[in-house]
């Protein structure tokens, strides 16, 4: 009945209506299905991170009790540690935090201890769940155990679990791990300012002036994102490091610190910050220049009043994302880093160094912060920016002028060789045998079966976890949006969707993979066997790289005019053909953006899986990152090389593939 | 969709787990021993028992131990081969190795078993501290070879030091904790606050100083003796001096995991992990042998390295562990300031 009413009076879209079709409940549904897989994988680890990051390791001296006997062997009263502590004020209360690991040698509550006296002694603990160490025989409960005092040397009580905020004092009162924030804002905010500048000149190149060869600078310039983040600071030491081919240049200043990851860093960070800036700049108005020409400003005023604020909202984002990039990548500050401690680096101390994962928890929710802070006063700007392009505006064509395309062409050339260098460096340490002592030239290197790491298993299983990353992350993504885009109504329900669609951003990957091994490496969860296995490593990176192609399908399916869905409705057609028949084939070219940005950041990502990988699912990128550090440089470099090859070619494909698609479905765009 | 997704990652898991059900026992073994030794060791082991295969789960030593630790409420391991006596010290204490005296275990050096009856784990051979020196990059810098470790405090060697952290890498912490227990706590700290001035850098793995030496990226690299022989083999300049105050050490020792189900097979693979067979099958890389008398001379490696050992408390470290780190790092990491 309904559909002949629409039939007769053509209804106003986003009408509500007062019953839910099929349709509706079956979009709506498909919205909470990807909702929970965003809670599950993101959500749900990240909340048991902080929590663990609360859970705290002491010494519970009232747990044990004490019996000492004199030499023909009579016990004394049981007296329990808290007791002996306030007698000797041993430990002060403020020394009783510790970790899980945490050891307190029996023998320190009793001054005149010597392990040649006769004397014995008992200990038990007074609750069944007390723990303490004999040798390292880990011994539990309420049952006296009698050691002679050469054995008793060897008791230590063990720390017992509590909650509270002990692990971010003792975080904050430690000045080597405190001084890591100093350092990683530093390092984020210089390299936040160079990549920035830089990108900004290059980009205004591109669009503001008629250079040659912006196809090819183009090109040269996105190169750097086909690389794992380390793989910069590994040419460094090659070019500067100790037996660097130009270390002079470096007038005896150490590569290793913070010059290392800023340069490192700006390698990296540069494409992300160009394509921002230049989308930026892409869109402004002709009109506006004129103006600015027929009241006679200056070139440089033009450029501080027409410009500058045009692109201000860019610039910005550009900037936060950068200083994301910057303060939360590990890869690079770990290869080249030195002495010089950063949070990141930090995390994988204490995880993986001294297997203090509660710590580990406490740095990883301090890097949160940064990063999520930068997240937040992001997106209040960008709910300020307002339409630049109004439908009477002149899209800007930049007019020839040699002596200021010369100066661009300089500027890029400047950029592109310092890329390209760095990329011919890691090429030819690749094939170098030894150096700096045996320079000739061999494929020895990509010998990874004799390395760490994981051997040429671990590039197949790449390339596994990319495809299968692109594959599933696309449909999960592009459906994700679709239903939030398309469905009516239920403001809530897409308002939570959406924020969990954004949350991915602002978590740092290594965070993400600790939260991982916390939330999926316990036994009592259900989801507890895909510990291990390639699965979790396609969820954690589907998760971590979210954000990027919920906002590049959103952007396309916004240009589908909402009609669509009206109109097949009242023709009775259910939603999943016009999603397959017109929608999908729409935003074709979009679809195939989300892929290959899935696959080559599933190919370069070292940060979220560095924690979570297993045996049989080791990566080409963690190897990059293993080899290095067994000192294996040169194999190191031979694998990132694999991996940039990798990835040119799936952006060949992809080229190929989108020019294809253009060509067979997106005839309606032009009227030709 | 979502059907779609969930049955094919159920049949990947699926692929993942059934991809080697064929021989009739699988032991899943973690382990750190070398990437290359790992299909030797396996081959030689089934050569003896073709009815037992082994699933090897490698990563270094951090990693290994961060993992097992991790998984302490639900161990996956059946058997621990080939990973440090200190970390299977620190899992025994949490109670998750399963005591076992494998036959033959009377045979062994007393110092690589656990010294509980019957013991947690045995130890195959050790890995020896010993100084990586660049013969090539020190003539240039017309430097003279240090014989012992207090010579790595020299004021010609600023700079020119590198050593791993011990707060991220097994090896730092053995270094350290051998220098507490032979010098005293005193003189070694501050002979450490000597060796600090000269340090170039503190790196996160144990093997990394001796390759940076034969790289050439530092003159000294405070390391241990295999990857020296290793990269001497592989036309690295270097000489491999063990200071003559001794050595600390560390055993690769193996271990069975509590409460796994395949207990019979793990013992069998405990039993023949310490055999005279496999002890030779370990003689290939390393010099140092559980079992007395059968070590043949490695390459590059003085036939005398089981004497530069010192005697190492294993346990002693491992009570002081949280100490000895809080202490470096006042000293050692806070100092690295920024330098530009």
Known sequence: MAAVTDLLIPLPHNTPRLQLDTDDLVKRGLMI??????????????????????????????????????????????????????????????????????????TSFFPDFSFRSPVKYRIRGTTDDTTYLIGSDLHRGTQWQEVDSNTFRRVALRSSRSTGFDNYVSYFSTPTLFRSIQNSLFIAVISTVLTVGIAFGFAYAMNRSCMRYKGVFRMIAMAPILVPSLLPGIALIYLFGNQG??????????????????????????????????????????????????????????????????????????????????????????????????????????????????????????????????????????????????????PYEPKPNRRFDRLCLVWCALVAVFIIGILLVCQLAALVKFWPYDLSLSLKNFAFNHMDGGGWGSYKNSIQLAGLTAIFGTIIVFTGAYMVEKTEGFWKGRAI??????????????????????????????????????????ICTITHFYTVGHLTALTALKQIDQEFESVAASLKQPFYKLFARVTVPVCLPAILDISIYLFVNAMTTVSAVVF???????????????MDDAGDIAPAAAMGMMIFYTNVLARLVHAGLSRAVLVRTQAWRSRG | MNTHKSVALAAFAFTLLSSAAYAETQLTVYTAFEAVDLQRYADTFNADHPDIKINWVRDSTGVMTAKLLAEKNNPQADVVWGVAASSLLMLKSEGMLEPYAPAGVEKLDPKFVDNSTPPSWVGMDAYVAAICYNTVEGKKLGLTPPKSWKDLTKPEYKDHVVMPNPASSGTGFLDVSAWLQMFGEKDAWSFMDGLHKNISSYTHSGSKPCKMAGAGETVIGVSFEFPGAKA???????????????????????????????????KVLMDWSISKKANEMYNVGYAVLAMPGIAKP????????????????????????????????????????PKS
């Open chain 1, 33 to 106: 299905v990807i909702s929970l897989y965003l809670i599950v994988a993101l959500a749900a680890p990240l909340y048991v991170m902080l929590s663990k990051s609360f859970s705290t390791y002491s010494f519970d001296l009232t747990r044990y009790e004490f019996q000492v006997s004199d030499a023909a062997g009579n016990f004394s009263q049981a007296t329990t540690a808290a007791v002996l502590n306030d007698r000797l004020s041993v430990l002060p209360p403020d020394k009783l935090a510790t970790n899980a690991d945490g050891r307190l040698a029996a």
């Open chain 1, 245 to 394: 081919m130009i270390r002079d240049v470096l007038f005896g200043a150490s590569i290793y610190g913070p010059l290392g990851i800023v340069v490192g860093s700006v390698f990296f960070t540069f494409p992300h910050a160009l394509i921002i800036i230049s989308t930026a700049l892409a869109i402004s108005d002709q009109r506006h220049y004129e103006a600015a020409a027929s009241l006679r400003a200056s070139r440089w005023r033009t450029f501080w009043t027409v410009t500058i604020p045009g692109a201000r909202y860019g610039l910005i984002s550009a900037a936060f994302v950068v200083f994301t990039l910057a303060i939360t990548d590990f890869g690079l500050p770990k290869v080249i880093g030195g002495q010089y401690n950063v949070l990141a680096v930090d995390i994988y101390k204490q995880v993986i160094g001294q297997q203090n994962f509660e710590m580990g928890a406490v740095v990883s929710v301090i890097l949160l912060v940064p990063a999520l802070a930068a997240f937040v006063v992001d997106r209040l700007v960008q709910k300020k920016q307002v339409a630049l392009l109004s439908a009477r505006s002149v």
């Open chain 1, 497 to 538: 969707f959406h924020f969990l669609a954004m949350l991915p951003m602002a978590v740092p990957g290594l965070v993400l993979g600790l939260a991982y091994i916390f939330f999926f490496n316990n036994p009592a969860n259900p989801l507890h066997s895909i510990y291990g296995t390639m699965t979790i490593l396609v």
């Open chain 1, 612 to 626: 979570i990988y297993s045996a049989d699912t080791a990566l080409a990128s963690v190897a990059v990152l293993n």
């Open chain 2, 232 to 266: 001497k083999s592989a036309g690295a300049p270097i000489d491999i001096i063990f200071p003559e105050e001794g050595s600390g050490w560390e055993a690769e020792a193996g271990a069975i995991m509590a409460g796994t189900s395949k207990l019979e097979a793990a």
């Open chain 2, 298 to 337: 490695v390459e590059n490696l003085p036939t005398d390295v089981a004497s530069k050992m010192i005697k190492n408390d294993f346990e002693w470290a491992a009570t002081n562990r949280n100490a000895i780190l809080k202490e470096w790092n006042t000293r050692y990491d806070s100092k690295s300031e």
